[in-house]
Nanobody, 114 residues
């Protein structure tokens, strides 16, 4: 059974930084594209960033230049470094496999507020 565990969220002031982690269990992590998603209150879940097996990355326009996705296949973990955070980045952040979605984890709350 595949499951995902996100961590690293918290409360941060505008302009601050956070690093999220997501550990994957029960799947051959290194063979899969990984993605970070977010869901703000009252909004649809949206893809924030993705990283391929070959470490190619793609970002949504609203985080381009501020967020960086990376992966450590030895640890079955994907990361999201978030810099220059804005209040509109406030959301629950999740990871998953964009081309074969599995059960969602509990997510990690990110709140950007002064």
């Amino acid at each position: 059974q595949v499951h995902l565990v996100e961590s690293g969220g918290g409360l941060v002031q505008p302009g601050g930084s956070l690093r999220l982690s997501c550990a994957a269990f029960g799947i051959i992590f290194s063979r899969n594209v990984m993605g970070w998603y977010r869901q703000a209150p009252g909004k649809e879940r949206e893809l924030v960033a993705a990283i391929t097996v070959g470490d190619n990355t793609n970002y949504a326009d609203f985080v381009q230049g501020r967020f960086t996705i990376s992966r450590d296949n030895a640890k079955n973990t994907v990361y999201l470094q978030m810099n220059s955070l804005k209040p509109e980045d406030t959301a629950v952040y999740y990871c998953n496999f964009p081309y074969q979605l599995v059960n969602w984890g509990q997510g990690t709350q990110v709140t950007v507020s002064s």
